[in-house]
């Protein structure tokens, strides 16, 4: 892995390449405006963390430079900087519907999972006049098929991707789980060892599902059919289902994992749980990895590591793949092609680099050396059996039913089959309604 210091140098590598800027232009960040406050023309950009409001204070500097360069290259062009709250989930659908009643700002953050809704919705511009064909091929197929409409037209630019992996601490676990027995067993002798047993997010959060959802693909299982009609919930569907969603339960049951998991809803609370040192195992991002590095003191740190999600069997792998994506949702050529602009001149790459998120075109592995370290070289190719969330615009309402089944089973209040069952009679009222 690479050090703190050597990731600061292929930053300041990175940063150093972009242009120069004129004087004027040097500190042009104000508030939530980036460029010139006489600006004639403004883009309004409703953003997460990934920018110059990042709390890591070296993360928002580089996003910082990224944004003055990006308005320096435009003038007479600022950005005004709209934060989303934690709520993930309910400021996408506020954002939606502004999308629909003509209110949303111009240009947007839409988390990959809910991208089917906005694109069904017709709120989204098209990106395919400023990406390249050459560029639009290197993307990962699920990456171009998430973000390709059914004209063949591009409505968003995907530019980072994520996905599940086993933290251990291998001072306790010292072989990496590969099968559901093996990470039940290890769990367990962690628990021996004082700690509290394997975590996992299992409360009301989309990462419940998508954190999960492993478990259930690595079987070949299917949530939904070509036409986006959920499926999961029939024949030998519903019977991996099942089987996956018992691995969960067995875990709480058997002690493997502690029974506070079914109110876990947060990846920083692995992160907490292993500064503490009161567990040796966890299903967590790949981001994490960067997080426990500045978390842990050196020698703790040292002792952590990870491995790919174990299957049903060995041969049976599979894990999520998430991320984030640049979408324009004006009707205003020019506010587009500026959209359009910051997706291609600050997230397609440098963004990747700055914060470590894995980019979603295979060249660009190659073009910065922060992910020539054998870490990220694993998650990469861990990405071979990654699997995104369906592009169907039922999947929210399904995730949503996972998450309630999972209180169910995980706090042993009904049986797994009548939970299931109840999701998948749900998530089809749901569909019906589309």
């Known amino acids: 892995m690479m050090t703190r210091s050597a990731c600061r ?23 939530d405006t980036v460029g010139p406050a006489n600006a004639p023309k403004t883009l309004t950009f409703r953003m997460t963390t990934d920018g110059p409001r990042n709390n890591d204070p070296d993360v928002a500097e580089g996003y910082g430079k990224l944004f003055r360069e990006y308005v320096a290259r435009h003038p007479g062009w600022k950005v005004e900087l709209q934060m989303m709250s934690g709520d993930i989930g309910q400021e996408q659908a506020r954002m939606l519907e502004q ?85 039940r067993k290890a769990a367990l002798a962690s628990v021996k060892e004082g700690m509290e047993g394997i975590l996992f997010n299992g409360g009301r959060f989309e990462g419940t599902t998508f954190d999960w959802l492993a478990n259930f693909w690595a079987q070949g299982g299917k949530l939904v059919d070509d036409a986006g009609k959920p499926i999961f919930g029939e024949g030998e569907n519903r019977a991996k289902f099942i089987k996956a969603v018992n691995y969960y339960r067995d875990l709480v049951e058997s002690g493997a994992a502690p029974k506070r998991v079914a109110t876990i809803g947060n990846y920083d609370d692995f992160n907490a749980a292993a500064a503490a040192g009161t567990t040796a195992l966890f299903v967590g991002g790949n981001w994490q990895l960067a997080q426990l590095k500045s978390t842990l003191e050196a020698e703790d740190f040292a002792n952590w590591t990870f491995s790919m999600l174990p299957g049903p069997t060995g041969a049976e792998r599979s894990t999520g793949t998430g991320g984030w994506t640049v979408a324009s949702l004006s009707k205003d050529p020019a506010k587009v092609e500026m959209c359009a602009n910051l997706a291609r001149e ?89």
């Open 9 to 31: 140098l292929s930053l300041a590598a990175v940063l150093a390449a972009s242009v120069a800027l004129p004087a004027m232009a040097q500190n042009t960040i104000t508030g």
């Open 99 to 183: 999308a629909k009643s003509g209110n949303a700002p111009d240009c947007a953050a839409v988390d990959s999972f809910v991208l089917p809704l906005f694109k069904k919705a017709g709120v989204l511009q098209s990106f395919s006049p400023y990406f390249k064909k050459e560029e639009i091929e290197q993307l990962f197929p699920f990456i171009r098929e998430g973000i390709t409409g059914t004209d063949g037209q591009i409505y968003a630019w995907w530019w980072s991707t994520d996905l599940r992996v086993l933290y251990r601490n291998k001072k306790v676990i010292a072989e990496a789980p590969q099968t559901w027995d093996d990470t």
């Open 346 to 434: 600050i997230y397609m790459g440098p963004a990747n680099a700055l914060q470590e998120q894995l980019p979603t075109r295979a060249d660009l592995y190659d073009k910065y050396p922060v992910f020539a370290t054998e870490a990220n070289k694993a998650f990469a190719a861990a990405l071979k059996v990654g699997q995104a969330r369906p592009g169907a615009p039922v999947y929210p309402e399904i995730s949503n039913q996972i998450q309630i089944m999972m209180g169910k089973v995980l706090t042993g209040s009904q049986p797994t089959e009548a939970a299931v069952d109840d999701a998948f009679k749900a998530s089809m009222d749901a569909f019906k309604r589309l």
